[in-house]
């Protein structure tokens, strides 16, 4: 199991864990934490803050701390709750990579299962199921 911390914007530095078991083929992300969301977006390396504030719908204050337009080495991945980030976390790209398909795209809840693809040497892709096969 791998777990790294989650941020929480509205709680003063209170610190989940999401656990992503890496034995299986799939991973739901549902019951990775208790966070309360509707869907969930994953920002990749150089999106800048109008990009991601399009996609959310809303403007995020943190998305300039999240600090995607300078890095390539982490991926966010943004729990949306009606309409405010309930949670944000920095996915190191080393460790895991997120395919959800179009970039800026929102995952319902429901949706939010991966299949794992191991790949020796690289980290692992966490392919969003049923995603077309262009995508694969």
């Not at 530095?13 to 739901?28: C, D, H, R, S, Y």
């Not at 809303?58 to 009606?82: D, K, M, Q, R």
């Amino acid at each position: 199991i791998y777990a790294f911390s989650w941020r929480y914007p509205n709680a003063a530095g209170a610190q989940i864990e999401l656990k992503i078991a890496t034995t299986g083929n799939e991973f739901v992300l549902a019951d990775a934490t208790k966070v309360h969301w509707d869907r969930v977006y994953v920002f990749r390396p150089y999106d800048e803050a109008k990009f991601i504030a399009e996609s959310l719908g809303f403007p995020w204050p943190h998305s300039e701390e999240a600090g995607l337009e300078n890095s390539e080495g982490f991926s966010v991945i943004v729990f949306v709750n009606h309409k405010h980030v309930a949670a944000w976390a920095k996915v190191p790209r080393n460790e895991f990579e997120f395919d959800v398909g179009k970039p800026g795209s929102a995952v319902a809840r429901g949706d939010a299962v991966f299949e794992i693809e191991r790949r020796p040497g690289q980290s692992t892709m966490l392919r969003r199921r049923g995603l077309p096969a262009e995508n694969r």
